[in-house]
């Protein structure tokens, strides 16, 4: 058990080293202008355009890194400070969530389980706390409980890893896009790529501590 505990604090202290990195570095490109000028909605309606998506907009949302594509409404939201801004890491932003779109489009397979699994995943968040807690108390008497509580645990652990490939493959559609229409050149690609690289490590730290945590779960019940 001791192991699991510097496990789950080495994945705390990672988590909040990436994140903290993260907007660090979105701070420090938000600051570096596209030599074109373009927005980041400027930059997101291209993309769509240029790949033949014209049934999706792209509207502005608030918050910060609140950006996301909604395959239900067909829209790609971006941040106001992604919407309005003319730099690259809000182009970045903007081309990895329209890579969402083209996986849409195109039927990426990783995308379309990760799709589907989300009402369940949904439902499995609401009462997976309580279920974990309650099962616990009856470890002793009734560890189905536990048992259930474990299950739907694995299940949004399962969702983060499917996760993985769904943002890293966005994220190279962004990269390549942007690299071969001009949007971003030899002096700013490199910064449009460490920024999507920084998003990306917070996927994987994510889907670490879930891990961790089911296994810490799963060594209860063991040791029932």
């Known amino acids: 058990m001791n192991m699991y505990w510097f496990l789950f604090i080495a994945v705390a202290v990672v ?6 990195n993260l907007r660090r570095k979105f701070e420090k490109y938000s600051e570096i202008p596209l030599s074109s000028g373009m927005t980041g909605a400027e930059v997101a309606e291209r993309m769509l355009r240029q790949n033949g998506i014209n049934d999706v907009n792209v509207t502005a949302v608030r918050g910060q890194l609140t950006d996301h594509f909604n395959p239900l409404t067909k829209t790609v939201n ?10 690259v890491a809000a182009a970045a932003v903007a081309a990895h969530e329209c890579g969402h779109a083209l996986q849409h489009a195109h039927g990426y397979i990783p995308l379309k389980l990760r799709s589907a699994l989300v009402p369940v995943v949904n439902f499995a968040s609401k009462i997976m706390s309580w279920v974990l807690l309650l099962g ?16 739907l645990f694995a299940l949004t652990t399962l969702f983060s890893f499917i996760t993985l490939p769904v943002e890293i493959n ?6 390549v896009w942007l690299n071969t229409t001009g949007i971003t050149d030899v002096s ?3 910064h449009a790529e460490k920024a999507l690289r920084a998003a990306a490590y917070t996927y994987v730290v994510a889907a670490l501590a879930s891990l961790a945590t089911l296994v810490y779960y799963i060594m209860i019940s063991n040791r029932r």
Do not use: D
Request: proline residues 2%; without cysteine; glycine residues 4%.
């Open 15 to 20: 988590s909040y080293i990436v994140q903290l």
């Open 170 to 175: 966005a994220s190279k559609r962004a990269l």
């Open 136 to 151: 616990m108390f009856l470890i002793n008497v009734f560890p189905q409980v536990l048992m259930a509580g474990i299950a």
């Open 188 to 190: 700013n690609h490199e």
């Open 78 to 87: 971006l941040s106001e400070g992604v919407y309005n801004s003319n730099s």
